[in-house]
């Protein structure tokens, strides 16, 4: 295993993390309650005896029960031999006394007295505002800090890279960040400048999604093409990883792993990664993958934000670029199901009442009145593309 240091604390993390939101379950059904304990155990218990030192969960994750299996895996001097990471339950919080409660339940699911690092769940510039400031949580954080029950506190993010910003700039004690990144995504959300901040910071930085749930290692025919074309065997998830590897702002790489074959490809990707170390022709293959799927894009937006805000509340960007993932990685499922547990009725294309407000501050000159009821109709509805 290849360690990396973590920001400014002094510790080495394993270059890869394993990540406790998709384990696998009873039913067949990711996400699901009913985790397969016995296999999650073996897979986790094996990853760690190969080097992986970083383990991550959350309040919410397989509906509660992913921290309550964490808590049994990690017995037999597990727990002594990783760092444990989960998550405070913001949109849940709807008053200061809430982190206390949701902290302490959460030591006991994972039958541990302190979790090392503990982080304020899906942050953006509302949340931020609106739950974090207003309930004094960084307080309530910090008296967590005094008495041992967390030592370390950072945030998840999903938002621009104005609200990265604000929010890193916002407390000048935090220990690290996790953002979304990977080859796809390095203008989307906290992106590759938010990435670059973070790390001038001193701040330890985590990425989660580094396969972009997956889409990345299991790309369309368009995009096996151009990796076949390359001549030597190229694994599309080992790409995409080392691609994330290879820049020194990145401490760990979280993997969310399904299966025993996941955890040992994994694995070997983490034991052949480095700084500086994936050679042009793999960066220029990955320009030409990249450029290709924005070829594929069927509708033009830059998500530059000149349409907002929506006079109706409509997220016009977000819901494109949903539409357009869904088309290019042929994932539909996936960006319905996103559709359907993160944008509220707002938000959804279904709410635009065709005003062509938008239309006149487009620079793309794209007929969003007119495309916004076919989004619904593919993500809501059902239909096809």
């Not at 339950?89 to 007295?113: A, N």
């Not at 304020?120 to 008296?143: C, I, M, P, Q």
């Amino acid at each position: 295993m290849q360690y990396r240091e973590f920001g400014r604390t002094g510790w080495k993390v394993s270059a890869l993390g394993f990540g406790c939101m998709r384990l696998p379950t009873r039913d067949g059904k990711p996400l699901s309650s009913k985790i397969d304990e016995i296999k999650a155990t073996r897979m986790i218990r094996h990853a760690i005896d190969k080097g992986i030192n970083y383990i991550d969960t959350a309040y919410p994750y397989h509906n509660g029960k992913s921290e309550i299996l964490l808590g049994k895996v990690l017995k037999n001097g597990y727990r002594e031999k990783i760092k444990l990471a989960t998550k405070s339950p913001i949109w849940l919080i709807t008053k200061g006394k809430d982190f206390d409660t949701y902290l302490d339940e959460q030591l006991k699911r994972l039958k541990t007295d302190s979790i090392d690092f503990y982080l304020f769940h899906g942050l953006g510039k509302k949340r931020w505002n609106e739950t974090v400031l207003k309930f004094n949580l960084l307080d309530k954080a910090e008296s967590a800090l005094e008495d041992g029950r967390i030592k370390n506190l950072g945030f998840s993010f999903h938002d621009d890279y104005d609200a990265f910003k604000l929010i890193v700039d916002g407390y000048d004690k935090w220990t690290f960040c996790q953002i979304q990144y990977n080859y796809m995504d390095t203008e989307n959300q906290a992106g590759t400048k938010g990435l670059r901040y973070a790390a001038s910071k001193g701040l330890g930085v985590i990425i989660m999604e580094p396969l972009l749930g997956g889409r990345l290692a299991n790309p369309p025919k368009e995009i096996r093409k151009i990796l076949k074309g390359h001549g030597r065997k190229t694994s599309p998830a080992d790409l995409a990883l080392q691609w994330i590897w290879n820049q020194p702002e990145v401490s760990v790489v979280l993997s969310g792993m399904s299966t025993m074959s996941q955890v040992e490809g994994n694995l070997r990707s983490a034991n052949g990664s480095g700084v500086r170390s994936l050679g042009n022709d793999k960066l220029a293959m990955i320009e030409r993958i990249k450029k290709r799927y924005k070829e594929m894009i069927p509708i033009p937006c830059t998500r530059c934000g000149y349409c907002m805000p929506c006079p109706n509340g409509v997220n016009i960007p977000r819901n494109f670029e949903e539409y357009n993932d869904g088309y290019i990685h042929n994932d539909v499922k996936t960006a319905r199901s996103m559709y359907e547990r993160f944008f509220n009725k707002k938000d959804r294309a279904s709410a635009c009442v065709g005003c062509k407000t938008c239309e006149e501050k487009c620079p793309q000159g794209i007929p969003i009145s007119e495309l916004m009821p076919k989004v619904h109709a593919v993500l809501g509805k059902g239909e096809p593309y």
